[in-house]
């Protein structure tokens, strides 16, 4: 299957395209962020809460910064948390799903206690435990990582499902009994398989890994000098700006991230239908 | 059988994932880099106390004691256990002398109040109306609701929150914009008290019914489309059974039995939801009372919420799946 062909495939559906544009746009304002001429960490470099004009395009807040660029650094920080979350418990996930899967037995079953465990604990609660004690010491990074900790437990189980019902097809015992080493059969046999519903997982994974990060960060529980989509909402809080009705600054985060929640989860909707071959069927009809 | 296989695992699972949970609670502030009392003391001074170096000492040892952190790891750790059992879970900091489990006992009704509720109405609904808009998946109204849930489903609980609390608290002000009932009334079973408890609880709920809603329509409807497509659906419509009766008695009760199994995987979540949602409206529960711990460094506080949060939450996962086998005949016959 060509490349081409699927993106063509995926641009039919008007949920790929709507998202397709609209992260386009984040990722732009997260990309121009790079230019920007003022340094998000200082603060009073303009006049304090200025309406929206031509030289402040969505006005200043109360800390005397640029609302538009500050969004634009917390769109390219939010990105970037979710991106290393997303990654590095892909690799939990996988490594948990494809042992627990194609081992079976008391592998199986101790791996996926483990993993029901996660599920079952309000994981929120340990993270808020945790951010508490190491908050001051939290950059981009290692905010990512720790999201990553505890974000794979559902997809873990969602790949050992596509794994176990790969190691009942024909060509498994195929290339069992002709010889193929366990390690090769994986990484070439089955990462095909396995690969696609990764990503589709990676995409819902990033979503929920930006949540988790403006959660945190409105409980006070994220380094606030860092802007995300988070840290841009708690301090317009902090400033009581929706009591003093300054509309600019409190909705700017909240806007961009509903877009971005909003584009993220169509993107992966459109992807997981499109991965399914009977609603693929239906829709494209059946190339 | 059903000792063995379905009994025994979930009382195993149970347990280990409480002691499990406890452990890492006990832990986590001990292998922190930062000591609570240290950060305490810094936090007691950067509000601008004076603190006199002799009391300092004085103060160390008394906050050493008060967050069990005297002795061997293995003796606090023996002592945190026996504490928990006792439901003793020391006295708040900030809140001094107030014991932590009389503080949580204060907030615990709204939140097991809105949470209940909650859940019910938003499971309810969401597989009764996701059920049938499964079952007539191409009718318009089944498409629209379809399209409504695409983009509610991925927003957070806080975002969502928020944003009902801008509309309906502030731009409109139909609601109240925080609290649990007007402060100064006294709480009593009068009509007025009820109805003011009520309306501070509409938006905390509707948020959280709106969120819990979207997501169980979404998977009720699909499984719904599934289900309708089997045999005994074709062979119940064949022999003239109605409509109606297919869509309730055959379809959808099919239907929920894995949503069952889904609720009690989800409690978690929609317990940190509504956790969340208490913070955003300053509703006085137990998601409230973590925020203030949070915001005043208040260790005892924090570590009793989370663990009572850790052991109720496993016992109701435990409860909806033994209750399991009374909705499936399945299991119940075996």
């Known amino acids: 299957m060509a490349l081409g062909s699927t993106l063509r495939d995926l641009f039919r559906d008007y949920r790929f395209v709507v998202a397709f544009i609209v992260l386009l746009f984040l990722v732009a304002l997260a990309v121009i962020s790079a230019f920007s001429p003022y340094d998000p960490t200082i603060w009073y470099y303009a006049p304090r809460d200025l309406k929206p004009s031509s030289q402040h395009i969505l006005g200043t807040d109360s800390r005397g910064q640029d609302i538009f660029w500050q969004a634009a650094f917390a769109i390219r920080n939010s990105l970037i948390i979710s991106i290393v979350a997303g990654l590095f418990s892909r690799l939990i996930a996988v490594a948990v799903g494809l042992v627990a899967g194609y081992q079976g037995g008391r592998t199986d079953r101790v791996l996926m206690f483990i993993t029901d465990g996660f599920l079952v604990i309000p994981l929120f609660l340990i993270l808020v435990m945790l951010a508490m004690l190491i908050r001051d010491k939290m950059n981009v990074f290692t905010t990512g990582l720790l999201l990553a900790v505890f974000g794979w437990a559902w997809d873990a189980r969602v790949l050992r499902s596509q794994v176990l019902s790969l190691r009942e097809r024909e060509f498994t015992k195929t290339a069992i009994l002709s010889g193929t080493p366990t390690l090769e059969l994986v990484f070439k046999e089955y990462m095909p398989y396995i690969t696609p519903l990764a990503f589709s997982t990676l995409i819902n994974n990033m979503s929920w890994a930006i949540g988790m990060e403006m959660t945190l960060s409105i409980i006070g529980l994220t380094n606030m000098d860092i802007p995300t989509l988070g840290t841009n909402l708690k301090w317009a809080l902090n400033y009581q700006a929706i009591l003093m009705r300054r509309w600019n600054w409190i909705l700017t985060p909240v806007v961009l991230s509903v877009l971005l929640f909003i584009a993220l989860y169509w993107l992966s909707v459109s992807i997981s239908e499109y991965l399914d071959p009977r609603t693929r069927v239906q829709r494209v009809g059946g190339e | ?334």
Do not use: C
């Not at chain 2, 000492?57 to 008060?66: N, R, S």
């Open chain 2, 1 to 334: 059988m059903f000792w063995r296989d379905y009994l025994i695992p979930r009382l195993l699972q149970y347990f280990l994932v409480i002691f499990l949970g406890i452990t890492i609670v006990f832990f986590i502030p001990r292998l922190a880099p930062t000591n609570p009392v240290e950060r305490t003391i810094a936090e007691v001074r950067s509000r601008g106390q004076y603190l006199d170096p002799a009391h300092i000492k004085d103060m160390v040892d008394a906050l050493t004691e008060m967050y069990g952190l005297s002795g061997s790891w293995w003796e606090q750790y023996k002592d945190f256990w026996v504490r928990l059992s006792r439901g003793d879970f020391g006295v708040s900091f900030f809140q001094f002398p107030t014991p932590v489990i009389e503080l949580i006992k204060r907030a615990l009704p709204w939140t097991v109040g809105l949470l209940f509720t909650t859940t019910v109405l938003s499971w309810l609904f969401g597989n009764i109306v996701g059920g049938m808009a499964g079952y007539a998946h191409s009718r318009g109204w089944s498409k629209l609701l379809d399209f409504l849930a695409m983009f509610v489903r991925p927003i957070p609980y806080y975002v969502v929150a928020l944003g009902l609390l801008i509309l309906f608290g502030y731009v409109y002000r139909l609601f109240p914009i925080g609290g649990g009932a007007t402060i100064g009334v006294r709480p009593s079973w009068t009509l007025a008290y009820i109805k003011d408890v009520l309306r501070h609880a509409f938006l905390p709920a509707l948020s959280m019914v709106l969120l819990g809603g979207a997501s169980w329509f979404q998977t009720s409807k699909l499984i719904v489309q599934n289900v309708k497509a089997e045999d005994f659906v074709q062979y119940a419509q064949l022999g003239g059974i109605r409509e109606s009766r297919i869509m309730f008695r055959y379809i959808i009760r099919n239907a929920m039995l894995p949503q069952v199994t889904n609720l009690a995987l989800s409690l978690g979540q929609i317990l940190s939801g509504a956790l969340i949602t208490e913070i955003v409206f300053s509703y006085p529960g137990l998601g409230h009372l973590l925020y203030s711990a949070i915001t005043t460094g208040d260790y005892n506080l924090i570590m009793g919420i989370i663990s009572l949060s850790i052991v109720a939450i496993t016992t109701l996962v435990l409860i909806v799946d033994l209750l399991y086998p009374l909705f499936d005949p399945r299991i119940r016959y075996k």
